[in-house]
């Protein structure tokens, strides 16, 4: 049997603990950096409310209704300004400040979530309230990739963007096990109502995490943007399709 001392001197053996050393310096270093933490933070804000509020919509336009087709509307309508929007801000971030970008979504979707809570808590149990908060919750989650992302990039630096992108990846993924956990909790103890109203308090968070981050794209990246937004989105889909 070969024992493990024995692939010691193998030219593969250093090599994953040279890459895993490597990566968690990275990931001290960006922990340490409240600028990036800031970022990381918001985009765990935002996955948890999404994912809250998807499950809570579904299950609401099921009792509401009885169709599994309308909840499934539900998540339609969250992906259409995703597909129509996401080419569009990324453009668009390209030109102006991306953390006004960001202030602006979060504003939008904190208030959505608020405005839905005072309605649904009122007594107003209508489909179409929720399947209006499906799609301004896609707009937000429109401006994540492009935006966002862009931002924790930018902190992070070509050194550090891999451990950044990953521990990001990683924390994305872990919000749609902890939204719909939290969703379903929050709805069974206190109604559709108090889980939006959750949403909203999450949203405010990630609202208040954006005004405390100062990266964003300097001048001299928006000076250099190309003067029309429509030969730039031309130019994009030519290069994808070919």
Do not use: C
């Amino acid at each position: 049997m070969l024992h493990l001392a024995a692939l010691k001197p193998l030219i593969f053996w250093p090599i994953p603990v040279m890459l895993t050393s490597t990566a968690l310096a990275s990931l001290s270093q960006l922990l340490r950096d409240g600028q990036f933490v800031r970022a990381w933070m918001i985009g765990i804000f935002r996955g948890i409310s999404q994912w809250l509020e998807m499950l809570v919509a579904g299950i609401f336009a099921y009792e509401v209704t009885g169709s599994p087709f309308m909840v499934a509307l539900l998540f339609i309508a969250r992906l259409v300004p995703l597909i129509f929007l996401g080419s569009l801000i990324g453009t668009f971030a390209d030109r102006t400040s991306p953390r006004l970008i960001l202030l602006v979504g979060f504003t939008f979707a904190a208030t959505m979530s608020a405005l839905v809570f005072a309605l649904l808590a009122a007594g107003q149990s209508s489909y179409w309230i929720v399947l209006i908060a499906s799609v301004a919750s896609g707009m937000v989650w429109s401006i994540d990739m492009p935006v966002r992302r862009r931002i924790v990039g930018d902190i992070a630096g070509k050194d550090r963007i891999v451990a950044a992108m990953s521990l990001d990846s990683a924390s994305n993924h872990a919000t749609r096990m902890i939204g719909p956990l939290a969703g379903g909790l929050i709805y069974q103890l206190l109604g559709p109502a108090g889980a939006f109203a959750l949403a909203a308090t999450l949203y405010l968070g990630a609202l208040f995490l954006v005004t405390r981050l100062h990266a964003g794209a300097a001048p001299s990246v928006l000076k250099s943007a190309a003067p029309h937004l429509i030969s730039q989105l031309r130019e994009g889909f030519a290069y994808s399709v070919h």
